[in-house]
């Protein structure tokens, strides 16, 4: 429990970083929040980066409320591959609607 815990804090001050980065407001945050909650408890969060997890909620949530935000500027953001975070944001959504 106090592990899952950890995880979450520790989800929510890399959402809070990121989203600042991106100038997305705490509406945002709080909804990237709940989804890096739920991929934990789906234990999503175990064997990914971190960033990449909370890249990918964070991205479902611009998707949802139809921000100017693309996977790419995630990508660029965290200087990885989009492939690999498109992949993990793909494996979230199938997780989070199964």
């Known amino acids: 429990r106090d592990s899952r815990a950890a995880t979450i804090a ?3 001050s890399l959402i809070q970083q990121m989203a600042g980065k991106m100038q997305l407001n705490t509406h945002h ?12 408890e789906h234990r999503f969060t175990q064997g990914r980066p971190s960033e990449h ?11 949802q409320d139809q921000t100017s935000h693309m996977l790419l500027d995630f ?3 965290l200087q990885t591959n ?11 959504c199938q997780k989070l609607h199964a």
């Open 53 to 63: 997890v909370v890249a990918a909620c964070l991205y479902i949530v611009c998707r």
């Open 75 to 77: 990508a660029d953001l």
């Open 10 to 12: 520790h989800g929510r």
């Open 29 to 40: 945050v709080d909804m990237a929040v709940n989804y890096y909650k739920q991929a934990v």
């Open 82 to 92: 989009v492939y690999k975070l498109a992949a993990t944001f793909m494996k979230l």
